[in-house]
C-alpha cells in the first residue's frame, strides 16, 4: 500500500534535548512538507521541499531543522532552541504536478516535560 | 498574502440534517485552488474534495460539494444526510501557486458534532 509513514507516534523529551522525527514516503512524490499543530490554530507550514537535496522554510521554521537527501524520506529536527515544541506534528507529500492534494501521514505527538 | 477564514469554531448539528461548513479565502493569484480535508480524533488528515480556481462547476465528491463562489472568494463545504461519523474537524486549505509545490494555507477549523 501507497502512504507515508509517521514514527515514532508519541514521543515525551525532555527540555533542552534534540528530537527527530521520522518521515517516509513511497508514492513517488517530489513534494514534501512539514506541518505542526496547536489546539485552535489549524495547521501552519515549518519547512517544504520540492526536491531532493532542496527545502526551504515556511512559516514558522524558527527552532527546526530538514534534510532531502533521498526522494522518500523528510525527517525533522525539533531542536532545543524551538521555544514552545509540545504540538501535533504532521508530514505530506503531494504530487506538484497536479492539484497540489496533500497526502498526510498519522501525525507525531510531542510532549516536552 | 494568502489567507483562509473559518467563522465557525463550532457546530452541532442533528443526524441526516445537511451541514454547511463556511470558508472564505484572499489571494492575488488567478490560478489557485481550494481543498476541504477532515480530521477525526485520531488524528489523520482526509482530503474531502477540491475545485480549482477556473472550474466552472461546483466539485462534488458523494455526500459532499464545494459551493464555489467565486466573486464573494467563497468555498463552503457541504455536507447532505449527516452521518454520526462525520463529527471531526474539518479543515479548509488554499494553494496559491502553479503546480502546489509550496503546500497548502489552512484555515483554524470547525469542530463538527452530529447529534443522534
Known amino acids: 500500500d501507497g502512504g507515508i509513514t509517521q514514527s515514532p507516534k508519541y514521543l515525551f523529551r525532555k527540555e533542552g534535548q534534540n528530537v527527530t522525527l521520522s518521515c517516509e514516503q513511497n508514492?513517488?512524490?517530489?513534494?514534501m512538507y512539514w506541518y505542526r499543530q496547536d489546539p485552535g490554530q489549524g495547521l501552519r507550514l515549518i519547512y517544504y521541499?520540492?526536491?531532493?537535496?532542496?527545502?526551504q522554510k515556511g512559516d514558522i521554521a524558527e527552532g527546526y531543522s530538514v534534510s532531502r537527501e533521498k526522494k522518500e524520506s523528510f525527517p525533522l529536527t525539533v531542536t532545543s532552541a524551538q521555544k514552545n515544541p509540545t504540538a501535533f506534528y504532521l508530514c505530506a507529500s503531494s504530487d506538484r504536478h497536479y492539484t497540489g492534494e496533500l497526502f498526510f501521514g498519522e501525525g507525531s505527538r510531542l510532549t516536552v516535560l | 498574502a494568502q489567507k483562509i477564514t473559518q467563522t465557525q469554531p463550532g457546530m452541532f448539528v442533528q443526524e441526516k440534517e445537511a451541514v454547511t461548513l463556511d470558508c472564505t479565502y484572499d489571494?492575488?493569484?488567478?490560478?489557485?485552488?481550494l481543498f476541504w480535508y477532515k480530521q477525526p480524533s485520531s488524528g489523520e488528515m482526509i482530503f474531502l474534495i477540491y475545485q480549482g480556481s477556473y472550474d466552472q462547476q461546483n466539485a462534488t465528491e458523494g455526500r459532499y460539494s464545494l459551493n464555489f463562489q467565486k466573486a464573494r472568494k467563497s468555498a463552503n463545504l457541504v455536507i447532505s444526510a449527516s452521518q454520526l461519523g462525520d463529527s471531526a474537524m474539518y479543515f479548509c486549505a488554499l494553494r496559491y501557486s502553479g503546480g502546489g509545490a509550496d503546500g497548502l494555507t489552512f484555515g483554524k477549523g470547525t469542530h463538527l458534532i452530529i447529534q443522534p
Open positions: 521541499s520540492q526536491i531532493v537535496n532542496d527545502f
Open positions: 508514492l513517488n512524490h517530489d513534494a
Open positions: 489571494t492575488s493569484d488567478p490560478s489557485y485552488g
